[in-house]
């Protein structure tokens, strides 16, 4: 008797936290929503500005002392942000259940402890997991990643007792058309800009007002016989005649989040004369006429096969009214290397690197800019022509310009159409299949009740 008591107990035990009962299937619904979401979020909103992230990934391999090939890092980086967002893609529609938890289980895996080493030593002030789109803290970060880990926990135990919105038959065509989607965006961020601009100088913005009163404080690199040394600029900067070279001007790093976001949200951009001794900013960045910039973040990476398309475009605008000057970081070095193999007729600045790569995209990237209002940005390799003296070239500046709302608009459109209609055909074979066993069932109650009818009564 007593064993058939202590039966019955842990049977209601087991029936009570049974993954079947519809409250845990409910919360596991709502874990599984929650944390595909954050995984889409985050894959979405770093493949929405690859070079951004690539930036930050660039970063992290700096301060840990790794050189790997440029081209694995950029493979690594646009790789990253695909497998994070169709992950989530997968756990939000509920295909490939196994491998969806798995993948998001590997991903935390590597990224939890990776958060906190970020947390505890402070490397960089924001960890860059959701880009430009969402700016955190280092610590925030890791509270996020220990709350995800919690839920990819949960769904390994309990994601296979909940059904899905895609049926299987059909989550090879959710998987494929997923990542059309994203590779697309994110060759459009690399190729071109950004579809969305979460950075402080988005097209329509204007390009000088708002600077912060005071100026950003910078430190100044030298060289000599091969050893540098960091000034600040309280300190009293070495001659080059005793042997030190300027090789660099680097911002002092924020060290908080709060920093970070507020000289984010103040455009900060400043323009030197070629020696990096006087400040042009306000002679030079007006707010009357056309001008175009030329923006060269790095300029030892800039092919010099671009110079002929470079000195074409300063052709052009010249011809058409339009004033042209580069802005560029690079050492004296570099910058006379550059000088003597493009000849270029425009005249040069320098500037702030980081700066740079929030105005633009690309190395070169192209800004033109209309009483001192930003009307459209590129790439370079963007611009659809290789000589803009060609008669065939249009002389308005503005057909160079690209809708990028609108391109996101059409192709997030059209995605989510092809993923609702997979949604819609996965409930007509599942209500086609219900409605079968309906009919069956009925079928069977009824020839059940004839038989009772024809069977003589004993």
Known sequence: ???????????????????????FKCIT???????????????FSKAIDPWGTLFKIE??????????????????????????????????????????TWGAAAIMAFMLPLSLWIATTNPVPDCGCFGDAWVISNWATFWKNVGICMGVAWLIFFNRYIGWLVTPA??????????????GIEAAGYMYQPLIDFRPYPVGSTISDNAPDVEPEYKFIYEKNGEKKEFSEDADLPDEESGWIFIDRVPVNPQTVDDLVSIRNEKSMRLWDEEGEED????????????????????????????????????????????????VS????????WKNLSMPEYPIYSSEDTVLKELVRGNPGVVFVRNGVIIWKSSLRALNTDDFMSP?????????????????????????????????????SKIKIFRRREIT??????????????????
Not at 330 to 337: A, R, T, V, Y
Not at 441 to 458: F, G, K, M, N, Y
């Open 1 to 23: 008797m007593h064993f058939s008591h202590s039966s019955n107990s842990d049977s209601k035990l087991h029936n009570a936290f049974s993954p079947d009962r519809p409250i």
């Open 29 to 43: 619904w709502l874990i599984r929503e929650a944390v595909g979401a954050l995984f889409i979020f985050s894959g």
């Open 59 to 100: 970063d992290y391999l700096a301060v840990l002392g790794l050189d790997i090939w440029p081209g694995l890092v950029k493979v690594g980086c646009f790789a990253l942000c695909a497998v994070e967002f169709l992950i989530g893609v997968l756990l939000c529609f509920g295909t490939f259940r196994r491998t969806a």
């Open 170 to 183: 059909l989550q090879w065509i959710a998987l494929l058309v997923s990542g059309i989607f994203i590779i």
């Open 280 to 327: 042009v900013t306000e002679e030079i960045l007006t707010n009357e006429g056309d001008y175009l910039i030329l923006v060269m973040p790095d300029l030892d990476k800039v092919s010099i096969a671009s110079t002929w398309k470079i000195n074409s475009l300063h052709d052009w605008a010249e011809t058409h009214g339009v004033r042209m000057f580069a802005a």
């Open 330 to 337: 690079s050492s004296k070095k570099g910058l006379e290397d």
């Open 392 to 428: 065939d070239t249009d002389s308005d500046p503005l057909s160079f310009a690209r809708d990028n709302e609108k391109i996101l608009f059409n192709w997030s459109g059209l995605y989510l159409i092809v993923m609702v209609i997979l949604i819609g055909f996965s409930f007509l």
């Open 441 to 458: 069932h009925d079928d069977t109650a009824r020839h059940e009740e004839s038989s009772s009818h024809d069977t003589p009564a004993l």
